[in-house]
């Protein structure tokens, strides 16, 4: 790419002229939604979820992660973020939804303390793979349902939706007691572009 690669990853390029490189996110910038409420991003380590957070609309108010480069690169892009510890059940007011990773779900003896008080809906990627390697990418769901609450998941293909990797991932919401939970569209296969 390069002396076009700044210009470019900063949106004020066009990419080239295949389709997948002149998409919003390749050429540095996401396709911002109507504002939903806010959420909160958790993580054993680096994850993408502040940046789907805000593409969907959510405004990220917190964050619990222990790996401190990846916090600051969130607080560059989500000014006024909170940055919480891990294992703190601490906030002021539940956010509209939690994005995490399977390993971030509270499991063990006091874990139902938890989902009686963070009644909100839970959003975590679990059991990828990727197809070319075989080799796992994220956690086995091994954390059970708490009681009264609902799920739902979807098994999406990066490539069929549109991506360029081979991999493979459940994505799962659990919804709190009373609480309407949508039912997953199906997703509409893509042409696959391969990220050259």
């Known amino acids: 790419m390069g002396s076009l690669a700044p210009a470019l990853w900063a949106g004020r390029q066009a990419g080239g002229k295949d389709r997948h490189s002149d998409q919003l996110l390749v050429r540095g910038f996401l396709p911002y939604r109507l504002p939903w409420g806010t959420c909160e991003v958790r993580g054993a380590g680096p994850n993408l979820w502040f940046a789907v957070a805000k593409a969907l609309g959510f405004r990220v108010t917190s964050i619990r992660c222990p790996y401190l480069p990846f916090v600051q690169l969130v607080l560059s892009f989500c000014p006024g973020v909170s940055v919480l510890l891990p294992a703190s059940q601490r906030f002021t007011s539940l956010p509209e939804l939690v994005f995490l990773d399977v390993e971030s779900l509270p499991s063990g003896p006091g874990a139902h303390r938890y989902w009686e008080r963070w009644l909100t809906p839970h959003v975590f990627y679990a059991g990828g793979q990727d197809a070319d390697s075989g080799v796992g990418l994220g956690g086995r769901l091994t954390t059970r349902l708490p009681p009264g609450w609902t799920a739902w998941s979807v ?21 709190p007691p009373f609480f309407e939970g949508a039912v997953p569209l199906p997703v509409v296969a893509e042409m696959w572009f391969p990220l050259w």
């Open 155 to 175: 098994t999406l293909s990066h490539c069929s939706a549109g991506g360029a990797t081979l991999g493979v991932w459940s994505l799962v919401a659990w919804y």
